[in-house]
Structure formats: C-alpha cells, structure tokens
C-alpha cells in the first residue's frame, strides 16, 4: 500500500544539538516534498519545499535533503532551541503533478534544556 | 489581512445530526482541502477542490460532504453517516499550478464533538 511514514516516536535532545527526523515514502515518485511545523491545537505551518532534483535545500538552521532513490527525505533542525518543540509533517503530492497533499504521521520534537 | 479562516473554533454535535464547518479564504487561491486529525495522529485528507465547482474525494471521504460554489468558500458537512465524527478538523488552500507543488496555509482548525 502507499505510505508516508516518519517516525512514531517522540524525539527528545538537547539544547544546541542537532535534530534529524525522517520522511519515508512508498509508491510515490513526487516532484515535491514539503515540511510543516505544527504546535498543539493549531493548523500545519509551512517551513521549506524541496524539489526532485535539489538535493538539498536550507532555510536559517533549518536543512531538508531529498534522496528519491531511497524515497526519503531528512529534515534537520541545528543549534536546537526549546522553542524549536513541535510536530513535525513532511507532505508531497500523491497525483504527481495534481494537487493533492498528503501528510505523514508527523514526529514530535522535544528540545530540552 | 490575507488568511484562511475556520469557523467555530469547537463544534459540539449531537449523535444523528449533521453538521456544517465554514472555511473562507481571502488568498485568491483555486485549490482547497479538508483535513481530519485525531489525536496523536497526522492528517488525512477528506475532500479536496481544485477549482470551483468541482471537488474529489480524499481518503476518508465516507460521511462527510463538501460544496464549492464560490473560490472563496468550501464548506464541509459531517453527516450522520460518519460513525466516528469527533476531532480536529483542518481546511487549507494553495495556489493551483500546473506541475507545479505549492505549499498549504491552513486555518486554526475546528475542534469537533460528538456529545
């Protein structure tokens, strides 16, 4: 079946280290993937889209590789801060060339002093 | 201000009725989506339109109904068909291009109940 699969389980590190969560697909071949940010009880905000033929991209401390010959992407996030604390989704285009976004499970980030 | 907006912010639903949560945008946006989020779960995508007057079905589609008569509104109805109505409900919208990925902004989100 088709998936996007990250990491089910809670990441917890420490103030300034660097943070590295995983994106998984299966059956897909996106020309995209997209990361959010989402905080509890509010909507998904968008951090960085990255392309199939960019290996890499970087936004602030924030680092997105995408290796579509594994079908994964890693999202890194260094010098980690507490307010850095959130879920995390990767999304991509399930239509290859539509519109429509599907989400992954998230992974939730827990930076601690 | 430019946004997309969510309304009521928590919704309480008897069992048998349906109900209708409002999602307007002022982007200028073609494309739109409804989203369900359970707790400790990611997103699953119910409906979503490209264009107005026209609409597909998500994943989870079943129980749920959607209308797309202007581009700036997409209204979503829980019906009484959905077993397991209660959780967070997300609307979103992006630019529609074709070939070409955008990102989603999202509303605050409607928190759902079935009491």
């Known amino acids: 079946s088709q998936k996007i699969e990250q990491n089910s389980e809670a990441l917890n590190i420490q103030e300034g280290k660097t943070a590295t969560l995983t994106c998984n697909y299966t059956n897909y071949s996106p020309a995209y993937l997209q990361w959010y940010r989402q905080d509890p009880g509010r909507g998904p905000v968008f951090l960085l889209l990255?392309?199939?033929?960019?290996k890499e991209k970087r936004k602030e401390r924030l680092k997105v590789t995408f290796d579509t010959t594994l079908k994964q992407s890693l999202f890194h996030i260094t010098a980690s801060q507490p307010a850095d604390s959130a879920t995390y989704l990767c999304?991509?285009?399930?239509?290859?060339?539509?519109?429509?976004?599907?989400f992954g499970t998230g992974t939730q980030l827990k930076v601690e002093l | 201000d430019g946004g997309i907006t969510q309304s009521p912010k928590y919704l309480f639903r008897k069992e048998g009725q349906n109900v209708t949560l409002s999602c307007e945008q002022n982007l200028n946006h073609d494309a739109m989506y409804w989203y369900r989020q359970d707790p400790g779960q990611g997103l699953r995508l119910i409906y979503y339109s490209q264009i107005v007057n026209d609409f597909q079905k998500g994943d989870i589609a079943e129980g749920y109904s959607v209308s797309r008569e202007k581009k700036e509104s997409f209204p979503l109805t829980v019906t009484s068909a959905q077993k397991n109505p209660t959780a967070f409900y997300l609307c979103?919208?992006?630019?529609?291009?074709?070939?070409?990925?955008?990102?989603?902004?999202f509303g605050q989100g409607t928190r759902l109940t079935v009491v």
């Open positions: 990255i392309r199939e033929n960019e």
């Open positions: 999304a991509l285009d399930t239509t290859g060339g539509g519109n429509k976004l599907t």
């Open positions: 979103a919208s992006s630019i529609q291009r074709a070939s070409m990925n955008t990102e989603a902004f």
